[in-house]
């Protein structure tokens, strides 16, 4: 019987050790690997948080990964043009990094810029949401107007390239949505004197750059950071930031407001203005619940002591006028465009009641508290206000509708402050140059003797789905040049 015993004794104990060693193997495959993990994002996160400011060199790749876009004749595509202008194709390189029908967003020229004989171009998208959403990093393409060739000059690991700004010989990019570490907020410049990109990775926890602006020495940005207040939820702190610097952005000096984000930068009459997106219905009750919206104000004045001050006078009504419900719609605040004293802006407006979403053009010749001057640049309705340059007398501006047949039919036409002021532009400018397109024009570059124009995504609509390519869709992406015959 004892023998019995020990052997069932015995079995037990191996079963046990058996059941041990599973045990162990388990802990080994599972637990392990697990504790492993933890502490690699552990050292990711510590790596982030130790992360040094700095400069970086952005090389270009190598040159069998330059572009080789192929140019469809304008004349295939480009329709009803002024008699007096000729229309070229300068090809779409959007498409070596974008090659897929549906990618319309991300191959959208945002902006065009010229400099040192080049003509950049913006790509990318930095929504969260959508079938391309964060679509970085982000190809930075550049034409040479002298040899008419495309090149690929960096690499930015930014999800859009949305906004150019030019200082003297340097041009600066904004870095609109960092990929990485939230640690350092990027800007990037690159100088006529030896054309190489820089990273400059020290904007202190900057998620998103808007704008960026140079005034009486100082570099100033807006955008968007995560710790813009001190109350409620961690997750929710994010909000708007303003940034200055004295040194070149070598150092800066963060200023946090109750907004949502900072959009742009305004230069009237020498001073210089800060304004908000504006809160919609949504975002409202966002902000009221973080018990922010009692303290929201939409534009706040740069003063020479270096401190920013709220400026309660500058309401939404003043900003828009002749926009319906202008405090209660949501608002994005874009292209911010100085010309001699004035500046002129394009707000992006959501809809309000039975009115859709609509893009419209302002201008502004004096912010002065009890006497500001801000005009719109009345268009038709349907006609959406794409883009704005400098001129000698003002401004050019871009628009596009989408018309009957389907197409869009583009226009530009000069703005002046004069003319407004008099009410010579009422309703609406004359344009001096119109074309019609399968896609709508985005962007504009150059002056009257040689005009640049971007194709993108139609504004306001979705994303098409990847099984449909409607009609224009593989132009979006496309430069275009305008010349007077």
Not at 184 to 208: C, K, M, T, V
Not at 241 to 266: E, I, K, M, P, T
Request: charged fraction near 15%; glycine fraction near 10%.
């Amino acid at each position: 019987m004892m023998v019995v015993k020990g052997k069932v004794v015995g079995m037990i104990t191996a079963q046990r050790a058996r059941l041990g060693l599973v045990a162990a193997a388990i802990t080994g495959v599972v637990v392990v690997p697990i504790i492993l993990m933890t502490g690699a994002r552990m050292l990711r996160r510590l790596g982030h948080w130790l992360e040094p400011a700095g400069s970086h060199r952005l090389l270009p790749p190598s040159a069998q990964q330059q572009p080789q876009p192929s140019k469809t004749s304008a004349e295939d595509f480009v329709g009803q043009l002024t008699p007096s202008w000729e229309a070229r194709s300068l090809g779409n390189p959007a498409l070596d990094r974008y090659p897929h029908c549906s990618k319309t967003l991300p191959r959208t020229p945002w902006d065009l810029a010229i400099h040192d004989g080049q003509l950049y171009l913006g790509l990318g998208n930095s929504s969260n949401h959508g079938l391309t959403a964060n679509a970085g990093p982000v190809p930075l393409f550049a034409y040479d107007i002298a040899t008419d060739h495309w090149k690929q000059a960096a690499t930015l690991p930014e999800e859009e390239i949305s906004r150019f700004s030019t200082t003297g010989s340097e041009l600066w990019i904004a870095g609109a949505d960092a990929r990485g570490s939230w640690r350092w907020g990027n800007l990037y410049r690159s100088s006529s004197a030896d054309g190489q990109w820089w990273q400059e990775r020290r904007l202190p926890q900057f998620i998103h750059v808007h704008d960026l602006a140079w005034h009486r020495g100082e570099l100033v940005v807006v955008g968007n950071v995560p710790d813009a207040v001190t109350t409620g939820p961690k997750q929710q702190r994010h909000g708007s930031a303003l940034g200055r610097s004295s040194d070149g952005g070598h150092h800066w000096l963060v200023h946090r407001l109750s907004g949502w984000r900072a959009a742009a930068l305004l230069p009237v009459d020498d001073q210089l203005f800060a304004v908000q997106a504006l809160p919609g219905p949504a975002q409202r009750r966002w902000l009221d619940a973080g018990e922010r919206l009692q303290a929201f104000t939409a534009v706040q004045q740069w003063h020479p002591d270096g401190s920013w001050r709220p400026r309660l006078d500058l309401t939404a009504a003043v900003l828009l006028p002749g926009v319906n419900a202008p405090g209660m719609r949501s608002v994005w605040f874009t292209r911010a465009t100085p010309s001699g004293q004035a500046v002129a802006w394009i707000a992006s407006i959501g809809p309000w009641e039975s009115e859709q979403s609509q893009r419209a053009a302002f201008v502004a010749s004096r912010f002065s508290p009890g006497a500001p001057d801000v005009q719109p640049v009345a268009l038709p309705s349907g006609e959406q206000a794409m883009d704005l340059i400098s001129s000698e007398e003002g401004w050019l501006l871009l628009s596009s509708e989408k018309i009957a047949s389907g197409q869009w039919l583009n226009r530009i036409r000069a703005v002046t402050v004069a003319g407004l002021m008099k009410g010579e532009q009422t309703p609406s400018p004359k344009p001096w140059a119109s074309f019609e397109t399968p896609a709508a024009a985005w962007s504009l570059a150059g002056d009257r003797q040689r005009l640049f124009v971007g194709l993108g995504h139609p504004p306001f609509q979705r994303e098409p789905s990847p099984n449909h390519c409607p009609a224009g869709a593989k132009l979006s992406g496309t430069v275009l040049e305008f010349r007077p015959q």
